[in-house]
């Protein structure tokens, strides 16, 4: 018999908000003996989510952009593409049920052809394995499981999850939409996830604070949308990085929650670790209308949790100066005289307010016409962001127009599609032309099926959706992505054209009179009548896990079931060829290429055919993903000769460049490699999660004593790193050249492992030391 987990809830129940706000107010009262400054809202919640083995003696443990700190997170959000092989690694520790509360969102497998039913009946067809897979998984440990049709993630979060004071991982970038709702909600890659699920504490970098004072209230066409496009104008597509930002000022409530949503949700355009409001009125009221009535009595309970020390505010409005002594950089912002936004094409910090659009085009040579205008999105499809839009639709409807080009209506969650169907801002939308799509990620993620556009044909669309990097939409590099507010996309989609400006340009009513849009009107932020209750889009958890058996198919090219990495063999790494040494930039992206393998995240050996396919190959000018097989002395693509490699038994070392492994902290990066036989990565230095990644997967990770080493290893060396017996923390590492003229040279490696990750090492990987733990509990 094996041991039973206690049973999780997955729901946000009052009894866990109460236990989170009694850990908040226990930490936070510690932390404040020892330092007795006031508190911002962000560093409440994240000291209350310190783990036990903190030292809250002093603040010294918390410097920002510099310390690392173990927390304890609330809940994990899976979606179904980065989901699966979190689940597969949870799997793999061997418990029964997840640690923590966790729920599943099938939404970035639908793609947008037709509309809603046509398309999600298809998905339902062609993902059907993985969505047996994550369906049954979820039942058997404890999981919620959101069906695809039900939303998209952040949307359900929100509606369901989401609580103010708490802390959430998830894994999408876009995890910050909770912080509308005041919970400190993050974006974090697969392996983290799946530890937290098993149980283990959670490392985060100390992140910095960035403050986004507000006054004032929106007016006109401005919406909080644009609150976010001037944020990201100002701070570029980097300027938040390891950074939270965190918004306050009187100006805060007079934005909606789920208008908080729509800012906090786009933080992750400008690398913000996470954004976040702090607790009102407007959550209070969000929180009773989506059901949650007790813990929104809970929160009214502890403001003083869910809200900055007042003295910050009051310093700063007395003299921004004292900002400095809260955060390491203060943006005021006064709503009253935000202009509306679009920013774009390819960057979301590319920013002119609308009015200065016109000039823009011609500067540019944009292309004017616009081919296909979206709204909706985990970004913009509240019921205040629907109704706004509705409105501008029904000025339209009024003088017998339509909109000039295609518009897609993307509704965020099935509650959202159902009450505006209901009260009719749905059918406003129609009679403009609108087509609705799946309530799901669809143009959003590049799920869009648009045969209708020639290979390599310029276009120009408008969406109100949150990201719009070269190829996100449809795929198509060429395709210029504009974003903006739902509003203003139904504005210009009635203009059909980019250099339309609501604001001075008229239309055409179908007598032949012109006319100007008016602003629309305030719009309510929950339906007068409530929202409207939807049935069969969720599975519990199984009542009785262990008839539930999880399906994987053995031949199936989608997924796969992982076996534990082996353990060390207690050798020495003697003589081993180098698979790839890579030169400047070397991504995880380059490492692992998203892309068409998108269908294979779930599949540890077909994603494995991806290894390194971005990456530079030093050795030969201009070479990208293929290099010298050693055994035949052809330049092959890299993951063929790790196979060729793998099937010999030989194991082998990539040598990286300076900040090896950046960008996203996908685990594949790490997982491929180790799959395929890769012993060690030396390198000139780490990003660090990658760094963190490779040393959880049992691939040891070196960087050179004498970064210019890096120079001395060529194509056909062979390399022996020894003394693996006697590894200890801050020892360096021998490490031997063997050149192919005979020479030989040693060089010094160091390593930043501590004795547990050295235990990680010799497991062969983290996740078996957690699955030898469950074993040895039996
Ligand atoms: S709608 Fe877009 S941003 Fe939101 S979760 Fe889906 S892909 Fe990500």
Redesign the pocket.
């Known amino acids: 018999m094996s041991t039973i987990t206690p049973k999780i809830e997955v729901e946000t129940t009052p009894n866990l908000v109460s236990k989170v706000y009694e850990k908040l107010q226990n930490k936070i009262s510690t932390f404040r003996k020892a330092s007795h400054r006031p508190l911002t809202i962000c560093e409440k919640i994240l000291i209350g989510h310190l783990d036990e083995s903190a030292d809250f003696s002093s603040d010294d443990a918390l410097v920002a952009g510099k310390s690392y700190v173990l927390l304890n997170p609330d809940r994990v959000a899976l ?1 179904d593409v980065t989901g699966q092989m979190t689940i597969l690694q949870f799997m793999l520790a061997g418990l029964n049920r997840t640690a923590v509360p966790t729920t599943v969102h099938c ?2 497998l639908i793609q947008a052809r037709i509309g809603s039913d046509p398309d999600t009946k298809a998905a339902l067809y062609e993902n059907n394995e993985v969505y047996q897979f994550l369906e049954s998984a979820s039942r058997k440990y404890g999981m919620g499981f959101w069906k695809p049709g039900a939303g ?3 949307q359900v979060v929100l509606e369901n999850y989401a609580f103010p004071g708490g802390l959430m991982i998830g894994t ?3 995890t910050p939409n909770a912080g509308g709702l005041g919970m400190l909600a993050i974006g974090v890659g697969g392996l983290d996830a799946a530890e937290v699920m098993a149980g283990m504490s959670w490392e985060l970098l100390y992140p910095k604070r960035i403050g986004v004072y507000l006054t004032g209230e929106l007016n006109s066409w401005a919406s909080p949308k644009d609150v976010i496009l001037f944020v990201a104008s100002k701070l570029t597509v980097s300027g938040g990085t390891n950074a939270i930002i965190e918004y306050f000022g009187p100006g805060a409530a007079a934005i909606s929650c789920t208008g908080k949503a729509t800012i906090t949700n786009m933080g992750a355009e400008i690398g913000a670790t996470c954004s976040l409001f702090p607790y009102d009125k407007r959550m209070e009221t969000y929180l009773r209308a989506t059901g949650r009535r007790s813990i929104a009595d809970l929160a009214n309970k502890h403001v003083n949790l869910l809200t900055q020390d007042p003295r910050i505010e009051k310093e700063i409005r007395e003299n921004q100066e004292n900002s400095i002594n809260y955060f390491d950089q203060l943006i005021e912002i006064d709503l009253s005289n935000l202009e509306p936004y679009i920013v774009g094409p390819h960057t979301p910090d590319l920013a002119r307010p609308i009015s200065k659009m016109g000039e823009d085009i011609k500067k540019n040579d944009y292309l004017d016409t616009i081919s296909v205008a979206l709204i909706g ?3 913009n499809s509240s019921y205040e962001d629907m109704s706004r839009a509705a409105d501008v639709a029904e000025q339209a409807r009024e003088k017998g127009i339509k909109t000039k080009v295609p518009l897609q209506v ?1 509704p965020g969650s099935e509650m959202i599609r159902a009450t505006i169907e209901r009260d009719g801002q749905m059918k406003l939308l129609k009679d403009i032309g609108a087509n609705v799509l799946a309530n799901a ?1 669809g143009p ?2 590049g799920q869009w099926n648009r045969p209708e556009l020639k290979q390599g044909e310029s276009n120009t669309i408008v969406t109100s ?3 719009n990097f070269p190829g996100r939409n449809d795929g198509r590099r060429e395709t210029m992505n504009f974003i903006s507010s739902p509003e203003l996309v139904i504005a210009l989609a009635l203009g059909g054209r980019l250099s339309f400006s609501p604001l001075t340009d008229e239309l055409t009513a179908s007598d032949g009179k012109k006319f100007k849009l008016r602003p629309p009107k305030i719009a309510p932020e929950i339906p007068e009548k409530g929202f409207k209750d939807v049935t069969d889009i969720y599975v519990a958890p199984a009542d009785d896990p262990v008839r539930v058996g999880v399906t994987i198919n053995k031949d199936s090219d989608r997924l796969q079931k992982l076996e534990p990495f082996p353990k060390w063999d207690g050798k020495d790494f003697e003589k081993l060829p180098i698979l790839a040494k890579v030169r400047g930039k070397c991504t995880t992206d380059h490492i692992s290429p998203a892309g068409p393998w998108l269908m294979y995240r779930g599949h540890l050996d077909k994603i494995s055919d991806n290894l390194l396919l971005g990456a530079v190959n030093a050795y030969r000018d201009g070479e990208v993903g293929s290099g010298k097989n050693t055994l035949n002395s052809k330049i092959e693509p890299f993951p063929h000769i790790a196979r060729e490699y793998k099937k010999r038994g030989l194991k082998w070392i990539i040598v990286g460049d300076n900040n090896y492994g950046e960008g996203s902290s996908r685990e594949h990066a790490a997982m491929t490699p180790r799959y395929l036989g890769c012993a060690a990565v030396i390198a000139r230095s780490f990003a660090r999660i990658h760094e963190t990644n490779l040393k959880k997967q049992g691939v040891l990770a070196f960087t050179f004593a004498d970064p210019s080493d890096y120079s001395k290893i060529l194509e056909d060396d062979r390399i022996s790193i020894t003394g693996l017996n006697n590894l200890k923390p801050r020892k360096s590492v021998n490490c031997i050249l063997y050149h192919v003229d005979g020479r030989e040279e040693e060089i010094s490696l160091r390593h930043s492992y501590n004795e547990s990750q050295l235990e990680w090492f010799r497991a062969g990987s983290a996740l078996n030391i957690l699955h030898s733990m469950e074993q040895t509990s039996l």
């Open positions: 979606q939404d970035h998209i993630i952040h999408d970038s876009h999105s985990c970004t993307t990620c959003c993620i959706y949150n990201r």
